[in-house]
C-alpha cells in the first residue's frame, strides 16, 4: 500500500540510504511519481544540479540517450542522478539498458525507475526490477480501504485529522483516484485552521458530497437498521460507481469481520487486519466490534449464506438489479426477526 512505501522512503531518506537503483512501481501514479521525484531532491546536490540530474520519459528517450546519461560520471559532486518514469513505455533495447546498469550499478549513481506494471504481466524486466533494486509499490486500496487511507494520509502527509464521517464522505465525493484524492487533501489542509476536518467541512469545500455513501450505508445494514438502508437503496444504487456486485462484495466483507470481532474481540480483529494486508480498516476495528454485538455467530453464518445466494444472482441480472439487494435486504431483516429479543 502507498503509505508503507511513504514510510519505507522516509526512512531511506532520513538515513541517507538514496544511491543506487530504486524501482517505484504501482498503480497509484500521482503518489508514485511524486515519491520518486522527492527521493531525487535528497539524492541531487543542488549546487551541480544542472550537471547532475537527467530527467526522462520511457516513451521519449533513445535507448542510446539513456545509456550515455547512465555512463556519464558525476560533475563536481558526490553522485550523479537519473530519474525514468513511465518504464513500462521502454523498448526491449531500453530494458535492456536499465538492466545492464542493475547488474553492476556505478558507485556515484542513484538511478530511480518508475513503472505501472500490467496486469498479469511476466516481463522479466520487472522481475529483475524488484529483485535486484530497492523496490517499493506505490498501489491503491481497495473501496473499502479508502476512508482509512485518507485519515492516515491527512495526519501523517497534511498534519491535519480528518474524522471518519468527512473520510467517507469525501471518498464518496470523489472516487478512488488517489490523486485526485491528495488533492483534495491538499486543498482541505491548506484552507483550514489547523482543527480537525469534519463532515461540514467537507460539505462547504468538496463538490458532489452525496447525502447517501456506502460506508455509512455498510454501518446500517451491519447495525441491522434494514428500514434505513431500504430507505437509501435507491439513492446509493444512482451513483455512476455503484452496482448490485460491488455492494453485495462490501456486505460480505463487512459481515466477515463481524463475525472475527464477534469471536475475538478488537486484539483478534486487528490482528486479523493486519495479517491480510488491510491495515486502513484499523480505524473502524470499534465500530466492527460495537456492530457485532448485534449479532450471534449463528446469524452471522446465516447472513453469510444469504449474501453468496445474492452475490450469484446479481451476476446473472447485470449487475444493477435493485430488487436483489431489496430482496437481500428482507432476508436480512426476517432473520433478525426470527433472532430471540
Known amino acids: 500500500m502507498s503509505l508503507a512505501a511513504d514510510r519505507s522512503l522516509r526512512s531511506l531518506v532520513d538515513r541517507g540510504d538514496v544511491e543506487g537503483v530504486f524501482f517505484f512501481h504501482g498503480n497509484a501514479e500521482r503518489l508514485r511519481d511524486d515519491a520518486a521525484r522527492t527521493l531525487v531532491e535528497a539524492a541531487i546536490d543542488p549546487t551541480t544540479r544542472d550537471f547532475n540530474l537527467d530527467t526522462y520519459r520511457a516513451a521519449e528517450v533513445s535507448p542510446e540517450a539513456l545509456a550515455a546519461s547512465l555512463a556519464m560520471p558525476p560533475v563536481m559532486a558526490p553522485r550523479r542522478v537519473v530519474a525514468l518514469f513511465g518504464a513500462e513505455r521502454l523498448t526491449p533495447t531500453g530494458c535492456g539498458v536499465v538492466e545492464k546498469v542493475l547488474e553492476r550499478p556505478p558507485p556515484?549513481?542513484?538511478?530511480?525507475?518508475?513503472?505501472?506494471?500490467?496486469?498479469?504481466?511476466?516481463?522479466?524486466?520487472?522481475?529483475?526490477m524488484k529483485q535486484g533494486a530497492v523496490s517499493l509499490e506505490w498501489a491503491a486500496?481497495?473501496?473499502?480501504?479508502?476512508?482509512?487511507?485518507?485519515m492516515e494520509r491527512a495526519s501523517e502527509k497534511h498534519g491535519v485529522v480528518l474524522d471518519a464521517r468527512a473520510a467517507e464522505a469525501l471518498a464518496a465525493a470523489v472516487g478512488a483516484d488517489l490523486g485526485l484524492l491528495e488533492a483534495e487533501l491538499e486543498k482541505l489542509a491548506s484552507t483550514g485552521d489547523g482543527g480537525a476536518i469534519t463532515l461540514e467541512r467537507i460539505a462547504e469545500i468538496v463538490p458532489n458530497v452525496r447525502m447517501v455513501n456506502r460506508w455509512a450505508w455498510l454501518d446500517a445494514v451491519a447495525e441491522r437498521d434494514y428500514r434505513a438502508a431500504l430507505a437509501d437503496l435507491p439513492t446509493l444504487l444512482s451513483a455512476p460507481d455503484s452496482s448490485a456486485v460491488g455492494l453485495i462484495n462490501a456486505m460480505t466483507d463487512h459481515h466477515v469481520?463481524?463475525?472475527?470481532?464477534?469471536?475475538?474481540?478488537?486484539?483478534?480483529?486487528?490482528?486479523?487486519?493486519?495479517?491480510?494486508?488491510?491495515?486502513?480498516?484499523?480505524?473502524?476495528?470499534?465500530?466492527?466490534?460495537?456492530?457485532?454485538?448485534?449479532?450471534?455467530?449463528?446469524?452471522?453464518?446465516?447472513?453469510?449464506?444469504?449474501l453468496r445466494r445474492a452475490d450469484g444472482r446479481s451476476k446473472t441480472t447485470g449487475g444493477r438489479d435493485s430488487a436483489v439487494l431489496q430482496e437481500l435486504l428482507l432476508g436480512l431483516q426476517a432473520l433478525k426477526a426470527e433472532s430471540p429479543s
Open 257 to 306: 469481520l463481524l463475525g472475527i470481532a464477534a469471536e475475538g474481540g478488537a486484539s483478534l480483529l486487528e490482528r486479523t487486519l493486519g495479517e491480510v494486508g488491510k491495515p486502513y480498516l484499523k480505524f473502524k476495528v470499534r465500530t466492527f466490534v460495537n456492530q457485532s454485538g448485534r449479532w450471534s455467530g449463528k446469524e452471522i453464518d446465516r447472513a453469510l449464506r444469504l
Open 108 to 128: 556515484e549513481l542513484t538511478l530511480v525507475v518508475t513503472a505501472t506494471i500490467p496486469k498479469g504481466s511476466r516481463k522479466a524486466f520487472y522481475r529483475k
Open 141 to 150: 486500496p481497495r473501496d473499502a480501504e479508502i476512508p482509512g487511507w485518507l
